[in-house]
């Protein structure tokens, strides 16, 4: 499966928040996204999603055109978003959130700190394991394509290092991955592709390479002095 974005523009409040963005997230495929904050990273996600809608461009997942189309249908064609937020059903258990998407066993195999917490109220949860959850819940559902939304925020770069070789193994099984994170290092260690967003525009695509190796790079990326 392969997520392709076509020209993408995307306006909040009436002015355009993303302009002309086409990127690309190939099947086994880690593809990051990075920019400053307000650079239009999560109003990117949430269209291809369906939070918001877009105002131009086109959305497709495996020859399948999402545009237009409700979350509902872009969920059951293979697209799934984890967004900021770390949404759970806080008065429901560990176990109970994960029997929503799935087989408990098979997201304890995936993170198994969830075990000894399985008859905890999700909200009472520490914030990486609410993360666990939200993660384990997602990829239960077996994704033809993981949209990703700063996981990593509000948690301790240790939680960090734990939950990066989980979507690095996730695409490696054959989802197309689209992680938007504020480690940027971090990120780019297992990126396959590297896009770099800055004010709604991008101005870096390809390979993640030459902004692991020069941070000067990097800096002239998030500034938007280089265009993709």
């Known amino acids: 499966m392969t997520l392709s974005l076509h020209e993408l523009t995307v306006a909040r409040g009436g002015q355009p928040v993303v302009r002309e963005v086409s990127l690309y997230a190939g099947r086994g495929q880690v593809s990051v996204l990075l920019g400053p904050n307000g ?42 978003h984890v967004e900021q937020s770390r949404a759970v059903f806080a008065t429901l258990t560990t176990r109970e959130n994960l029997l929503l998407a799935g087989d408990p066993d098979r997201a304890l195999a995936l993170f198994p700190e969830l075990a000894p917490r399985l008859e905890v109220r999700a909200g009472l949860l520490s914030g990486g394991e609410q993360q666990m959850l939200v993660l384990a819940r997602a990829i239960l559902r077996e994704p033809a394509a993981l949209l990703l939304d700063e996981m990593s925020m509000g948690l301790a770069p240790a939680v960090v290092r734990r939950l990066l070789p989980v979507i690095r193994a996730l695409a490696d099984a054959g989802c197309a991955v689209l992680l938007v994170e504020q480690f940027a290092h971090a990120a780019l260690a ?30 002239r990326a998030y500034l938007g002095e280089d265009r993709a």
């Open 190 to 219: 297992l990126a396959d592709t590297a896009y770099v967003l800055s004010r709604g525009a991008l101005t870096y695509s390809g390979d993640p390479g030459p902004l692991r190796a020069d941070d000067t790079a990097l800096r």
């Open 39 to 80: 650079a239009g990273k999560t109003t990117l996600l949430e269209a291809v999603s369906g939070i918001l809608p877009s105002r131009s461009g086109r959305i497709t997942l495996d020859g399948h055109d999402l545009t237009g189309r409700p979350r509902t249908r872009r969920a059951r064609l293979g697209l799934a």
